[in-house]
């Protein structure tokens, strides 16, 4: 099973709503990533997890909060976003983050905020 | 991280061969060159990647310059569900690599009928 899914596929939240976005996976993979990726534009990276630790944020505004509960899921939690904000959002895994492995990435949440 | 150049965008005919280029002026020796694609309405997928040599796999074939200041994905005969866009990504494979993949603006890639 060579799958990340993401749930949900498409989410619609007001300013001051809080909601969370699900991806897991089952391949063992101890390396997982989130990313955002605007329209017509190429995805960005938010965060990456290394072995259940969140290793890399790439200086994302505190409204956006990642948890990785265990190996197999990683959360985005989303509190008071912006209508800018509204994107899709990747979730990918790999291996492990070192070295050349592919990274899987999941079909993404796709989300609006009025 | 050293950057990547692709046209913006190509046309191709179905059942063609398709080079796709790819500049990578400032690729330092550990840097792999790896290609992602990414289908309409879909997340980005693993196509290929490579230090020096010339790769194949059952997706498409990747010719990489002597100098490695550029490289090329070839699609030996396009289909319709080829239409995607296609980056070229440089990973750094020394021991600090953090494991980030920084996508540049792609190539749109057409495949017509």
């Known amino acids: 099973d060579t799958e990340v899914t993401q749930t949900p596929k498409h989410l619609v939240m007001g300013m001051t709503n809080k909601k969370s976005l699900k991806c897991e996976q089952h391949m063992g993979h101890r390396a997982m990533y989130w990313y955002k990726q605007k329209a017509k534009k190429p995805p960005e990276l938010m965060f990456v997890?290394?072995?259940?630790?969140?290793?890399i944020n790439e200086s994302v505004p505190s409204r956006f909060s990642p948890e990785c509960p265990n190996s197999s899921l990683l959360n985005l939690h989303l509190h008071a976003l912006q209508p800018e904000d509204s994107a899709l959002y990747l979730c990918?895994?790999?291996?492990?983050?070192?070295?050349?492995?592919?990274?899987?990435f999941g079909p993404g949440t796709r989300l609006t905020v009025t | 991280d050293a950057k990547t150049t692709q046209p913006n965008s190509m046309e191709s005919n179905e059942e063609e061969p398709v080079h796709l280029p790819c500049n990578h002026s400032t690729i330092s020796g550990t840097d792999y060159i790896h290609w992602y694609r990414q289908l309409p309405s879909q997340g980005p997928e693993y196509v290929i990647h490579g230090l020096t040599s010339n790769v194949n796999n059952r997706m498409a074939s990747l010719a990489i310059a002597e100098d490695r200041k550029s490289s090329t994905l070839i699609l030996h005969r396009a289909t319709l569900r080829d239409a995607a866009v296609y980056y070229c990504?440089?990973?750094?494979?020394?021991?600090?690599?953090?494991?980030?993949?920084?996508f540049g603006q792609g190539t749109t890639l057409q495949v017509k009928p």
């Open positions: 990918a895994s790999s291996q492990v983050i070192q070295g050349n492995y592919e990274q899987y």
């Open positions: 997890y290394s072995y259940e630790k969140l290793s």
């Open positions: 990504i440089l990973r750094d494979v020394e021991p600090s690599n953090t494991g980030k993949l920084i």
